[in-house]
């Protein structure tokens, strides 16, 4: 019983665990709750996943409606890969939050925040199982709406504007996506993802169709974040507490980039169009001028959070750069660096996190001497920051990697040389951190409280190990990563369903 209904119980979970979080609304109670379920969703995904790499995809029908007419749930090896990542990132988090919280969120909102916390993941769960392209923006405003939320418990006002600049660009995106289904819907009748797959090449030249995916393409734009839409991500990411940005940095714009690779390359069939249009070469550009400037922006922050926020718009670039070469070696590499990316900005955040309970901020000058203070959440930075630039052995030389490979396969070699430069822009804010860690002492050196500056607590520290651990396990394994990334570059670049 459980096995034939595994596509539902990832959305089901988490869905109704959520308001008995708030109706617990004591920490001691919503946590274990939350933590619990999280980790129960994180198995039914994982054995999604391998029940789609022994048997192909796995179609579920919601209310004994046969599709096209009724929903149903899809799950093939491009969603199948992501929703391990998305629930397992979520649960690590989850088992981290309850110090890091004390020290930024007020202990009445707890409940509150694991509630909310647990809609966030259903929405994304959502976005990647359906196969109802209404649905999507179903689960995505469930998604945004909670994580405004989510956002504005930071601990000050600047959280609330934050959240607030978030709504408004996120209700942007999500009426542009609203209405681009709805005039593909006008031209098609249906809303099912396969139906629409199989009827949109007769009506693909339509003014109604192209203005559709133009719809589609822009609201997706700003939900990854895409230079020059991407102004809401930085104050988000650095006002959020730590454990909330720790968790939208490693999924909330890796679910955007799935949605659109299944609009855009396994429904509407435009990827191998793409391959000498105007089009491929300006989301290309785009992209590499936000790898530059967002990477040069984070190298001039004080707040190091910011400064990641900023790198993560930078590693979509990379990621749309990988997506835009159409060779099976760039979308390869581009739907590694989504999982590898996740690792290494989700084992960072989590990393300030630490900083943040113990010395209350993450500005450089608050990591001043933390390398002496605090090594192993130190030399945690250290291994994901050497991840950021592409070292040998860790998560993000795999994904430059590959995506050197596609530009190469595709006689792009400025682009891989553009690449290959742009690390040193990632080595340079990656030593900055280091530096005042390491090689400064704090200002305030003889008054510290050594109660304050010891390691971090126990229940912090191990998920940030087990995550930033990660980045070195999947850079030194890559046998499950890049051969689903492959299977699914072939299935997508072939025009798979």
């Known amino acids: 019983m459980i096995a034939e209904n595994l596509p539902v119980l990832p959305i089901v979970l988490p869905i109704l665990a959520a308001p008995l979080c708030v109706i617990l609304h004591r920490p001691r109670l919503a946590w274990p709750l939350a933590v619990a379920v999280a980790w129960a969703t994180f198995g039914v995904c994982c054995a999604l996943l391998a029940r789609v790499l022994a048997d192909g995809t796995?179609?579920?029908?919601?209310?004994?409606?046969?599709?096209?007419?009724?929903?149903?749930?899809?799950?093939?090896?491009?969603?199948?890969?992501?929703?391990?990542?998305?629930?397992?990132?979520?649960?690590?988090?989850?088992?981290?939050?309850?110090?890091?919280?004390?020290?930024?969120?007020?202990?009445?909102?707890?409940?509150?925040?694991?509630?909310?916390?647990?809609?966030?993941?259903?929405?994304?769960?959502?976005?990647?199982?359906?196969?109802?392209?209404?649905?999507?923006?179903?689960?995505?405003?469930?998604?945004?709406?909670?994580?405004?939320?989510?956002?504005?418990?930071?601990?000050?006002?600047?959280?609330?504007?934050?959240?607030?600049?978030?709504?408004?660009?996120?209700?942007?995106?999500?009426?542009?996506?609203?209405?681009?289904?709805?005039?593909?819907?006008?031209?098609t009748g249906t809303l099912n993802m396969a139906d629409l797959a199989e009827r949109l090449p007769a009506v693909k030249d339509s003014r109604t169709v192209l203005a559709g995916l133009g719809f589609l393409a822009t609201g997706l734009s700003l939900k990854i974040a895409l230079f020059p839409l991407h102004l809401w991500l930085p104050s988000a990411y650095t006002f959020a507490p730590s454990a909330v940005t720790a968790f939208l940095a490693a999924t909330a714009t890796k679910v955007s980039v799935y949605i659109v690779l299944r609009f855009f390359f396994t429904i509407a069939g435009v990827g191998e169009s793409l391959g000498n249009g105007a089009v491929r070469e300006a989301i290309m550009l785009l992209a590499l001028v936000g790898i530059f400037v967002a990477s040069l922006v984070a190298c001039f922050q004080q707040e190091v959070k910011r400064a990641l926020a900023y790198s993560s718009v930078a590693q979509i670039g990379y990621i749309l750069v990988g997506v835009t070469m159409l060779t099976v070696d760039g979308m390869t590499g581009a739907l590694v660096h989504v999982f590898n990316h996740a690792l290494m900005k989700g084992g960072l955040f989590m990393v300030l996190g630490c900083v943040v309970a113990r010395v209350g901020g993450s500005r450089l000058s608050d990591l001043r001497g933390i390398g002496r203070r605090m090594p192993l959440t130190a030399i945690a930075f250290v291994i994901g920051g050497l991840g950021m630039i592409g070292v040998p052995a860790t998560v993000g030389f795999v994904s430059k990697w590959y995506l050197v490979l596609g530009a190469l396969e595709a006689g792009l070699w400025h682009v891989a040389a553009m690449m290959l430069v742009s690390s040193l822009l990632a080595v340079v804010y990656v030593w900055r951190v280091v530096e005042v860690m390491y090689f400064q002492e704090p200002e305030d050196a003889p008054?510290?409280?050594?109660?304050?500056?010891?390691?971090?607590?126990?229940?912090?520290?191990?998920?940030?190990?087990?995550?930033?651990?990660?980045?070195?396990?999947?850079?030194?394994?890559?046998?499950?990563?890049?051969?689903v990334a492959r299977r699914t570059a072939a299935m997508l670049l072939g025009g798979g369903s």
């Open 58 to 187: 796995i179609s579920y029908q919601l209310g004994n409606w046969a599709p096209p007419f009724g929903i149903e749930f899809r799950v093939d090896s491009l969603n199948a890969w992501l929703m391990p990542l998305v629930s397992g990132v979520g649960a690590l988090v989850l088992t981290y939050a309850p110090r890091s919280l004390a020290a930024e969120v007020a202990r009445s909102r707890h409940g509150l925040l694991y509630g909310v916390y647990l809609l966030s993941m259903t929405g994304l769960l959502g976005m990647t199982v359906t196969g109802d392209a209404f649905n999507v923006f179903v689960f995505l405003e469930i998604s945004s709406l909670s994580t405004y939320a989510l956002v504005s418990m930071g601990p000050d006002r600047r959280s609330l504007m934050a959240g607030f600049r978030y709504l408004i660009m996120g209700a942007i995106g999500g009426t542009f996506f609203l209405i681009g289904v709805g005039l593909l819907y006008m031209k």
């Open 447 to 483: 008054e510290i409280d050594e109660a304050k500056t010891d390691e971090a607590p126990f229940g912090m520290l191990l998920p940030t190990l087990v995550m930033i651990g990660a980045t070195i396990w999947f850079g030194l394994d890559t046998d499950l990563t890049v051969d």
